[in-house]
């Protein structure tokens, strides 16, 4: 069944997506999809730190449109109360003669206007999306690697969600954190165990660890980090 959201331009909308991805990586599924896509293009703008979920998301797609693009075909989602940019419409920039027919309606419509003209800001950022999911089809993919992670607590009084948040707030531009499960190490303590996507030309493993997994703030619950599958995609 198709995931739903409502209203993505209003505060509560956006507040109902943060709540949805707390626990989530993707809107669907354990890798980046169309499904995103759909969403990150239904954005009217960049969103705010105060939504810190949906901040770190969005900052990952637009990485990942970016770099390699995004061709899964995800589980389908629906974004009601917002107008979707279709794969359609990225593809093919309106003509002169869509354009006169747009503004035609736009006439007719002025009178049960119920979500106010298209500012210019939001226009920019829309063609700058559109721009960039067109790009990233045709760019060249980097080489890339799946990582698992062992991440280790302190002890067994070691909050392990705030561990987990903790990790999943590093955020870098060829960095895609996956999906994740505890395992039981003894005595009642548990590590995390964390997938991971990176693109070999901008990220080290090595450093990440180094210099953000066990540096301050981030070592108040994690003791150390290591590395237990390194495959090549």
């Given at each position: ?56 998301w969005y900052n990952h797609i637009d990485s990942l449109l970016r770099i390699s693009g995004v061709s899964a075909e995800g589980c389908g ?72 992670l062992d991440v280790k607590p302190w002890d067994d009084e070691t909050d392990m969600k705030k561990l987990e948040e903790a990790v999943r ?65």
């Amino acid at each position: 069944m198709a995931v739903t959201f409502y209203d993505l331009g209003s505060a509560a909308g956006l507040k109902k997506l943060d709540e949805y991805l707390l626990t989530r990586s993707y809107i669907t599924g354990y890798q980046a999809s169309k499904d995103d896509i759909t969403v990150y293009s239904s954005l009217p703008k960049a969103p705010s730190s105060e939504h810190v979920n949906v901040s770190r998301w969005y900052n990952h797609i637009d990485s990942l449109l970016r770099i390699s693009g995004v061709s899964a075909e995800g589980c389908g989602v629906i974004v009601e109360g917002s107008a979707p940019i279709v794969e359609e419409a990225i593809a093919t920039p309106p003509t002169s003669d869509s354009k006169a027919a747009a503004a035609a309606d736009d006439d007719d419509d002025d009178d049960v206007d119920l979500f106010g003209e298209e500012t210019e800001e939001e226009k920019k950022a829309a063609e700058e999306r559109a721009a960039a999911v067109k790009a990233s089809a045709k760019k060249k993919e980097s080489g890339k690697s799946s990582v698992l992670l062992d991440v280790k607590p302190w002890d067994d009084e070691t909050d392990m969600k705030k561990l987990e948040e903790a990790v999943r707030s590093v955020q870098m531009e060829g960095l895609l954190w996956g999906a994740s499960k505890l395992v039981p190490v003894g005595y009642g303590i548990k590590k995390l165990q964390i997938m991971m996507t990176i693109v070999d030309d901008l990220v080290s493993v090595d450093s990440l660890i180094e210099e953000h997994l066990t540096v301050e703030p981030i070592n108040e619950h994690v003791q150390s980090c290591d590395i237990v599958a390194f495959n090549k995609i």
